[in-house]
């Protein structure tokens, strides 16, 4: 693999993972109004459940670029089309409700349900999957390791970036609170998102097997 282009994927991966979405946006309420504990935890789960949707994605786009170019330009046309769904469905987003519910230290708080409820939360969600098919293409070279072994190395950098930006997330998300309740942050948050899927699905258009 070229650096440019894990360089490339890192960043792209860093921004799309502190973009605003149903995960992040989970843990940081949890974290606010139940503890860093809690939400961290949750956020461990999430992460975990990226190792699944790798998996498939690696033997799925694998299979279909070893097999023809074909395949290859429908999966990527694909991928774009839904890179342009997601943009388009981020425009209508709007701001979460966050309770004013004070931290206590009578939260019950037990390990492994919490992880359990952030795996199947992301296991479950087959848009994971479908992201990653649209994501990794356009960062795969012809060049050097076989298609799934890319694959699988991309979604390791993803696994690793991911769990390093939620951990972060979790221990700021109480200092950080008035940041996430301002209409402001989450305005241009959301348009940074709308821009950056787009320039994904673009890039992806303009990708060659």
Request: glycine content about 6%.
């Amino acid at each position: 693999m070229e650096l440019h282009l894990i360089l490339s994927f890192i960043a792209a991966s860093v921004l799309l993972t502190l973009m605003p979405g149903p995960d992040i946006v989970y843990v940081v309420l949890e974290s606010i109004s139940k503890s860093t504990r809690v939400g961290w935890t949750i956020a461990l789960g999430l992460v975990s459940g990226l190792i699944i949707h790798t998996l498939l994605a690696a033997t799925g786009i694998s299979l279909l670029i070893e097999q023809s170019d074909l395949a290859y330009t429908i999966l990527k046309t694909i991928g774009a089309i839904y890179l342009f769904q997601l943009a388009y469905k981020a425009t209508t987003e709007k701001k979460p409700v966050f309770s004013d519910t004070k931290k206590t230290s009578n939260i019950s708080y037990s390990f492994f349900p919490l992880w359990r409820k952030g795996f199947f939360m992301n296991v479950l969600n087959p848009k994971v999957s479908l992201f990653f098919i649209a994501l990794f293409p356009q960062f795969i070279t012809p060049n050097g390791y076989s298609v799934s072994v890319q694959m699988s190395l991309l979604g390791a950098i993803f696994f690793i970036q991911a769990i390093i930006i939620f951990t972060i997330v979790c221990f700021l998300a109480g200092r950080l609170s008035p940041y996430f309740k301002n209409d402001r942050f989450w305005t241009i948050t959301k348009w940074a998102k709308i821009s950056i899927l787009l320039l994904l699905a673009i890039g992806l258009i303009l990708s060659r097997n």
